[in-house]
């Protein structure tokens, strides 16, 4: 069965880090693309990265030069490197996996998500 876990989030004030885990189990992350996707209440997924299967990334404009994904294929997991956090960052952030050569902006090309890691920046 599939299975992708999160981990790393948690309250950090504004300027400050963090470094999100997505840990796959009973897949190899080698064949995915994988994707980080942040969501506020009653609105929908949005891409803030992604790393496709050859190590290509892509980034939102409002995360650009802040945040860094990368995949670590022998801990088939993937990270996503938070830097200079700003209080509008805080959302529930998904990893999410895609069978797939290329990053997608849709959230519902995903095949499978994990269950979210919170993310709140704030003094």
């Known amino acids: 069965q599939l299975q992708l876990v999160e981990s790393g989030g948690g309250l950090v004030q504004p300027g400050g880090s963090l470094r999100l885990s997505c840990a796959a189990s009973g897949f190899t992350l080698d064949y995915y693309t994988i994707g980080w996707f942040r969501q506020a209440p009653g609105k929908e997924r949005e891409r803030v990265s992604c790393i496709s299967r050859s190590g290509g990334t892509v980034y939102a404009d409002s995360v650009k030069g802040r945040f860094t994904i990368s995949r670590d294929n022998a801990k088939n997991t993937v990270y996503l490197q938070m830097n200079s956090l700003k209080p509008e960052d805080t959302f529930i952030y998904y990893c999410?996996?895609?069978?797939?050569?290329?990053?997608?902006?849709?959230?519902?090309?995903?095949?499978?998500w994990g269950q979210g890691t919170q993310v709140t920046v704030s003094s």
């Open positions: 999410a996996a895609r069978l797939n050569l290329y990053c997608s902006r849709a959230w519902n090309e995903y095949d499978s």
